[in-house]
């Protein structure tokens, strides 16, 4: 929360902007502060549409990006290379885990095979949950890690996600050993996939702070 707002005005501000000057997520933070996590709660009733992230698109302007993190340990002995795309999905998942409970949250695994939402956490004790999907990078070892906001479906069909699907994309690159966590909101504006930045590089706190507007809201 902005220090000296009350989060209810806050939340009503950030709404306000939403629905009557139609701003992305990351220009609502950029305007008032307010906090990823809680933003990503607060704004779930009022999407942008299709057309609406189309157009920020082309109006947004690059940003500079780390190029990489420093190589992983993991390069001194596993061969990065010639892993399956089922052995990364496998490694990239047990990497989240790891953090989730350095973090002191509760995780679950989905109920239902399909499901969009690799892990499901919560606060100890807390009734409010967060879905989390785990993504490896598409691309190849040297160049900056891209992962993909599209899934399967049907046969072999390829469509970007929906709102709702989940609350959180994690991308973890197993080559510099660093997970980069996207609050759905965050993905506005990206039709196929979303770079690794500096802002994103083991950002926990959004996930916790999504966790505490939650609870703030019951």
């Not at 929360?1 to 933070?29: F, W, Y």
């Not at 809680?38 to 009022?46: G, N, Q, R």
């Not at 949250?105 to 956490?121: A, H, N, Q, R």
């Not at 504006?189 to 802002?199: C, F, H, L, Q, V």
Request: proline residues 3%; glycine residues 8%; contains cysteine.
């Amino acid at each position: 929360m902005t220090r000296g707002v009350p989060q209810t005005a806050l939340r009503k501000t950030c709404v306000d902007l939403r629905v009557k000057n139609r701003m992305s997520l990351k220009e609502i933070h950029a305007e008032t502060g307010a906090a990823v996590g809680s933003l990503s709660v607060w704004l779930s009733a009022h999407p942008l549409t299709e057309e609406e992230r189309r157009a920020k698109i082309h109006a947004r302007v690059a940003t500079p990006r780390k190029a990489r993190q420093a190589p992983s340990k993991f390069l001194a002995w596993a061969d990065i290379r010639n892993l399956s795309r089922a052995d990364k999905a496998a490694a990239s998942e047990a990497a989240v885990l790891f953090r989730l409970a350095l973090n002191g949250l509760c995780v679950f695994g989905p109920m239902f095979d399909g499901s969009k939402e690799d892990w499901i956490v919560s606060a100890r004790g807390g009734r409010f949950f967060a879905r989390i999907q785990v993504k490896s990078p598409n691309t190849s070892w040297g160049q900056i890690p891209h992962f993909a906001i599209r899934c399967t479906e049907g046969h072999g069909k390829k469509r970007r996600y929906t709102i709702g699907e989940f609350d959180f994309l994690v991308g973890y690159d197993l080559s510099s050993d660093t997970a980069y966590v996207f609050s759905e909101g965050e993905l506005e504006g990206n039709k196929t996939s979303i770079g690794a930045r500096d802002e994103a590089a083991e950002a926990w706190r959004k996930v916790t702070e999504f966790l505490d507007a939650g609870v703030a809201q019951r």
